[in-house]
């Protein structure tokens, strides 16, 4: 269990609902939840539990009807309406990493990260610098001037880690992020994001069905029907 710091995302009361009438759906029922810097938090769950419509309203891409969500203590969203930016706030506050790692594959590895920078308005040397710290960091500095299909798939989830830590995000939401590896290239992808996590000050929250790496969590959560509920870490 890493020390853990301020605050980074916080979210009280979600409900998202589906269809209306007898057929509705109620996606999310009720959900409440609060994650902190250098935390990462895992949530498991079966399919149609609510999993991805979560994560979508955590990160502020389909804001559920009913609820609050607030990011760095800040309340940003309110019953489905932005009371800020969202889009600023998910290009300076939050990253993300997918199943596949979705690089530009005209673009070398360095140069995914630096447009993550750029896209912020981040550009000239320190932009170059924060790119070229954060491949270091992943040890990835021998495979900077590579293009996509040029790396391998454990290779390429690292470089979309570096690129969703590029701009030093409250907190970073990776859906799935070990589905396409091998169990030990899964280990690794985790392990990085909780060494990312502890050494950047940066929430992770990982959606997964691989309980091979739940040992590595701070916290883990579990969906079904809508509804949240923490499970005691695994040791």
């Known amino acids: 269990m890493s020390a853990l710091g301020a605050e980074a995302l916080r979210a009280e009361g979600l409900v998202k609902t589906y269809g209306s009438g007898h057929t509705a759906l109620r996606a999310l029922d ?43 203590g800040r309340v940003v969203a309110v019953d489905g309406q932005a009371r800020e930016d969202l889009a600023a706030i998910r290009r300076g506050g939050m990253g993300f990493v997918f199943q596949k790692a979705n690089l530009i594959p005209f673009l070398t590895a360095r140069e995914n990260v630096l447009l993550a920078l750029q896209i912020n308005g981040r550009v000239g040397a320190p932009a170059a610098k924060r790119a070229d710290d954060l491949l270091g960091y992943l040890e990835l500095t021998e495979r900077a001037a590579h293009y996509p299909a040029m790396l391998s798939g454990g290779e390429q989830q690292r470089v979309s880690i570096a690129r969703a830590l590029a701009n030093e995000p409250a907190v970073v939401f990776a859906d799935e992020p070990t589905a396409a590896l091998d169990k030990k290239r899964g280990r690794d992808v985790i ?35 809508g509804r949240l509920r923490p499970q005691p870490p695994v040791s």
Not at 59 to 65: D, R
Not at 201 to 215: E, M, Q
């Open 30 to 72: 009720d959900v409440s939840i609060s994650t902190r810097r250098g935390e990462v938090a895992a949530l498991l769950g079966p399919s149609g539990a609510g999993k991805s419509t979560l994560l979508q309203a955590l990160g502020l891409l389909s804001l559920p009807e009913q609820g609050t969500i607030s990011v760095g």
């Open 191 to 225: 392990e990085l994001l909780g060494e990312a996590a502890h050494d950047h000050g940066t929430s992770v929250f990982v959606v997964t069905h691989d309980h091979r790496t739940l040992d590595l969590f701070d916290t883990i959560y579990e969906m079904e029907d």
